[in-house]
C-alpha cells in the first residue's frame, strides 16, 4: 500500500471517526440517564418521567434557538403516564421555562387524573406551563433555591409579541372601549376568555387538595399581579398555600448533568467539583 492510499485510508477514518463519535456519546449518555433514572425509580418506589429543557442557547449555524413544552413532549409524557399501571406511583421531574398551553394543560390533566400518588420535583425552575404541570401533582417538592412561576395567559400579537392578558384588558378598561382600535378590542375579547379558562383550569387541578382556598390561588396565578417571568420561591409558594417540600434526592441533581449543552455555549461559571474540601490556611494565618 502506498502513500496515497494511506491518506485516503486515514482520511477515511477520519472522516467516520467524526460521523460515528457523536452518536457514540449520544448513546453513552442516554445509557447513563436510564441507568440512573431505573435507580431514582428503585430509590423512590416511582415511575419517574422527565420533562427537562435547557434554556441555555444551541448554537444551529450560529442561530440560537431554545426548547420549551410543546406537543412532542405532551404526546411523550401522555404515553408514559398510560403506560403506568394505575397503582403505580408518579414522579415527574420538571426543569423548563413553559411552553405551549395546550401541551401543558393536557400534561398537567393527564397527572392529576392518574390514579396513584403523584410528585413533581422541581430542581432549578418550572414556569409558566411548568408550574401548571406541577400544581397538578399531589406533592411537589422543590429546590431551597428553585422557582414557579405565574400562569397568566400571554397573547400573541403580530407586533408586540407575547402581551399579558391582563394588560390588554386593564388597558382596555382604563381607555375605555370606545378609544382604542378595533384589533384590540378583538384582543381583550381573546385574552378575557384566555383568563377566564386558565383560572378554571387551574382551579379544576387544584380543588381536590385544597377546597375553598383552591379558588383564590387559581385567580392570583392568573390575574397578573406579577410579571410572567416572576419567581415564586419556596417561601412564597407555602404563604399561598401552595404544599412544598425541599427534599430532592441526590440522583436528581445528578441526573440533570446528564443533560449537558456544547462546550462553547456553556455559562462561563467554572468550580471545584464536590465533594469539595476548603483549601488549608496558610500556616500564619492559622497561628493567629
Not at 379558562?197 to 396565578?221: C, F, P, S, T
Request: neutral net charge.
Amino acid at each position: 500500500m502506498n502513500g496515497f492510499d494511506l491518506g485516503i485510508v486515514f482520511w477515511l477514518f477520519l472522516l467516520l471517526l467524526i460521523f460515528l463519535w457523536p452518536q457514540y456519546r449520544l448513546r453513552a449518555l442516554q445509557g447513563a440517564r436510564l441507568s440512573l433514572i431505573r435507580k431514582l425509580e428503585a430509590k423512590l418506589g416511582c415511575r419517574v418521567i422527565t420533562l427537562i429543557h435547557r434554556q441555555e442557547r444551541i448554537g444551529l449555524f450560529g442561530i440560537p434557538f431554545y426548547r420549551y413544552i410543546d406537543i412532542e413532549d405532551s404526546e411523550h409524557v401522555l404515553r408514559a403516564i398510560r403506560t403506568t399501571s394505575p397503582d403505580t406511583p408518579i414522579a415527574i421531574i420538571i426543569h423548563t421555562p413553559g411552553g405551549l398551553v395546550l401541551a401543558a394543560a393536557q400534561i398537567a390533566l393527564a397527572l392529576k387524573e392518574h390514579k396513584a400518588k403523584t410528585i413533581a420535583i422541581i430542581p432549578h425552575y418550572a414556569m409558566s406551563g411548568g408550574t401548571l404541570i406541577a400544581l397538578a401533582a399531589d406533592e411537589i417538592w422543590m429546590d431551597e433555591n428553585a422557582v414557579l412561576g405565574p400562569v397568566d395567559p400571554q397573547i400573541s400579537d403580530p407586533r408586540h409579541g407575547a402581551i399579558p392578558a391582563s394588560s390588554i384588558l386593564r388597558v382596555v378598561n382604563e381607555k375605555g372601549k370606545d378609544k382604542v382600535r378595533e384589533e384590540y378590542l378583538l384582543l381583550a375579547d381573546i385574552a378575557e376568555k384566555a383568563m377566564r379558562q386558565m383560572e378554571e383550569l387551574v382551579y379544576k387541578l387544584l380543588k381536590d387538595k385544597m377546597g375553598d382556598r383552591a379558588r383564590e390561588l387559581a385567580k392570583i396565578m392568573v390575574e397578573g399581579r406579577w410579571t410572567h417571568d416572576y419567581p415564586i420561591t419556596v417561601e412564597e409558594a407555602r404563604s399561598l398555600g401552595i404544599p412544598v417540600k425541599t427534599e430532592i434526592p441526590a440522583e436528581v441533581y445528578q441526573l440533570m448533568e446528564l443533560y449537558p449543552q456544547p462546550a462553547a455555549l456553556r455559562p462561563s461559571v467554572e468550580y471545584v467539583p464536590a465533594p469539595y474540601a476548603p483549601p488549608r490556611s496558610r500556616r500564619g494565618e492559622q497561628q493567629r
